[in-house]
Nanobody, 119 residues
């Protein structure tokens, strides 16, 4: 069973930093995209950052210049370094990975990790 697992959330003051990590385990042949999404109370889940297998990246406008996504293909992990955090970054952050396993390609979601930024 393939399962991404997030870690690293918590409570931080505005202007502070947090680093989120996500490790995918199980029978994995390859991973295409690895994404970080977030969902704030009462809002839709939104894509925050994406990194492809070749290292190319995408960032939502709201986090450009503050967040950095990176991955370790050998360890099937993706990280999100979040700097200069703002109260509006408060949300549950989810890892999503497009994984080829057992001959199938599909997306797998982690369980989420809470990030709270106090003003």
């Amino acid at each position: 069973q393939v399962q991404p697992v997030e870690s690293g959330g918590g409570l931080v003051q505005a202007g502070g930093s947090l680093r989120l990590s996500c490790a995918a385990s199980g029978s994995i042949f390859s991973i295409n995209y690895m994404d970080w999404y977030r969902q704030a109370p009462g809002k839709q889940r939104e894509l925050v950052a994406r990194i492809a297998s070749d290292g190319s990246t995408f960032y939502a406008d709201s986090v450009k210049g503050r967040f950095t996504i990176s991955r370790d293909n050998a360890k099937n992990t993706v990280n999100l370094q979040m700097n200069t955090l703002k109260p509006e970054d408060t949300a549950v952050y989810y890892c999503k990975a497009e994984i080829r396993s057992g001959g199938y390609l599909r997306s797998y979601w982690g369980q989420g990790t809470q990030v709270t930024v106090s003003s």
